[in-house]
């Protein structure tokens, strides 16, 4: 993600069958004790994600974050269902990343944090953030 | 590296612990996420907003001693914050979205319970009842 990107798309949408990895990339955002990403991870206008059958393996999408990072995973369609319209667009801080999408959220108002809610519902834990504290 | 897919399946355990020193501790929390630096998330987050960590600090110190359960407080890559309780399918959210204006997620779908809206960061009659709110679901 850059913070200087239009928040309008510019890539291909993403195959609704796909998919996608996001990054659990601070210790902020897990709740360990309920086993689950906080909202916070997906409460952003725009957000990055990889897609999985173009990133081959999670180790891919950890290549690239802070060492102790997790991943989540979740389909694109359902995503999509919900108000995150995921296209698959290069990412400027790791150019040579080539499974890299960005996730445009949607909602407005207050659905905002209600659909973000929704996605970590859809999640499933890939790698579990292993930070040390 | 743990890695697994897997649902969310909560452990066996007791519900949340409760924190009558929870202002103290949440200040302390407060504190250190001062200290992040830009791209604090490794997505381009933004360190927190000095005068949104203020706003949150006043908050917290403003609730009375009885709101006992800590809150998770959890940095946005905005730059803002959030405090999160949760209990299993029970979750409430108070998002410090400007230094005025709290965003709520209050939410426990198995009760039917999907609310969101906003409240001015000084009504702390409004962030008692939700707050009490979470607490009745977490006496098992």
């Not at chain 2, 319970?113 to 939700?130: H, M, Q």
């Amino acid at each position: 993600m850059s913070s200087a990107s239009p928040l309008v798309p510019q890539g291909p949408a993403v195959d609704s069958a796909e998919h996608l990895y996001r990054g659990i990339t601070s210790i902020n955002w897990w709740v360990s004790e309920e086993q689950r990403p906080s909202s916070a991870a997906f409460r952003h206008a725009e957000f990055s994600v990889d897609i999985a059958s173009l990133a081959g393996s999670p180790q891919h999408t950890l290549s690239h974050l802070t060492p102790g990072s997790g991943v989540v995973s979740f389909n694109c369609g359902q995503a999509r269902q919900l108000g995150f319209d995921a296209h698959q667009e290069p990412d400027p801080n790791h150019p040579d990343n080539h499974a890299h999408a960005n996730v445009y959220n949607l909602s407005s108002g207050n659905q905002i944090k209600k659909a973000a809610q929704k996605l970590v519902l859809l999640c499933s834990v890939i790698v579990e953030p292993n930070f040390v504290s | 590296m743990n890695q697994s897919a897997t649902n969310h399946a909560r452990p066996p355990g007791a519900g949340p612990q409760l924190h009558p020193d929870f202002a103290d501790s949440v200040c302390a929390k407060l504190d250190e996420l001062a200290k992040l630096q830009e791209n604090w998330d490794s997505y381009g987050g933004h360190a927190l907003d000095a005068n949104i960590l203020a706003a949150a600090r006043n908050f917290i110190k403003s609730l009375p001693d009885s709101i006992a359960i800590r809150p998770r407080v959890v940095p946005m890559s905005a730059g803002n914050l959030q405090f999160e309780w949760h209990h299993g399918s029970r979750i409430l959210e108070f998002e410090v979205e400007t230094p005025h204006i709290i965003h709520y997620l209050r939410w426990d779908p198995p009760g039917g319970i999907e609310v969101e809206d906003t409240f001015e960061i000084t009504d702390i009659d409004k962030a008692v009842e939700l707050i009490q709110w979470f607490m009745s679901g977490t006496s098992t």
